[in-house]
């Protein structure tokens, strides 16, 4: 059964750099037929897709955020990166890693992160 | 990029049906069957009901459907259960410059 698991801080300042990683178990994340994703949910609202990367390294990130997005892969460690720069209050949301397959639907969820960005 | 458009909110009594509509444009849902639909009950990550407009993973009940008609997808829940209620969300494919837009969530009451 694969399971995605999201890790890193919890709080992070305004105007920094918000750094998660997603690992992966049960499954390779070298697989050709998925995408490996991040997206979030701020509180009390709906959900936001933030980007893909393919295990090539192929990158696909939502217009909105693409100024400040990066999404990496490290499949020796069958984990994915998700950084976010010049954070601020409106990032604030839990952030769930996932699959996803070639067109967009989302097979497996992490169980999610909450981010806070706060001074 | 933007969002599909959901109502905020629907609702029904147990065994009734109800469906949930998700618009979008022919950009997103309406030039693509990649339509998915995703369960999220409180403090719970979403879970995948239908994909690909109609059909359902493995261990979802048929009691969960899908269908589209032009720009507009549908996840209809007949039978409805206390356990159905839960916000949903559908998203879409948008091709390969917006890769998948999401819409903004329908609480759905059971009563």
């Known amino acids: 059964q694969l399971q995605l698991q999201e890790s890193g801080p919890g709080l992070v300042k305004p105007s920094e750099t918000l750094s998660l990683t997603c690992t992966v178990s049960?499954?390779?994340?070298?697989?050709?037929?998925?995408?490996w994703g991040w997206i979030r949910q701020p509180p009390g609202k709906g959900l936001e897709w933030i980007g893909n990367?393919?295990?090539?390294?192929?990158?696909y990130y939502n217009p909105s955020l693409k100024s400040r997005v990066s999404i990496s892969v490290d499949t020796s460690k069958n984990q994915f990166s998700l950084k976010l720069s010049s954070v601020t209050a409106a990032d604030t949301a839990v952030y769930y890693c996932?699959?996803?397959?070639?067109?967009?639907?989302?097979?497996?969820w992490g169980q999610g992160t909450l981010v806070t960005v706060s001074s | 990029q933007s969002a599909l458009t959901q109502p905020p909110s629907a609702s029904g009594s147990p065994g009734q049906s109800v469906t949930i509509s998700c618009t979008g444009t022919?950009?997103?849902?309406?030039?693509?069957?990649?339509v998915s639909w995703y369960q999220q009950h409180p403090g719970k990550a979403p879970k995948l009901m239908i994909y690909?407009?109609?059909k359902r993973p493995s261990g979802v009940p048929d009691r969960f459907s899908g269908s589209k008609s032009g720009n507009t997808a549908s996840l209809t829940v007949s039978g409805l259960q206390a356990e159905d209620e839960a916000d949903y969300y559908c998203?879409?494919?948008?091709?390969?410059?917006?890769?998948?837009?999401f819409g903004g969530g329908t609480k759905l009451t059971v009563l």
């Open positions: 022919s950009s997103d849902v309406g030039g693509y069957n990649y």
């Open positions: 049960g499954g390779s994340i070298s697989s050709n037929r998925d995408y």
């Open positions: 990367i393919y295990y090539s390294g192929s990158t």
């Open positions: 690909e407009v109609r």
């Open positions: 998203n879409s494919y948008a091709g390969s410059d917006n890769f998948v837009v």
């Open positions: 996932a699959r996803l397959g070639s067109h967009g639907g989302v097979s497996y």
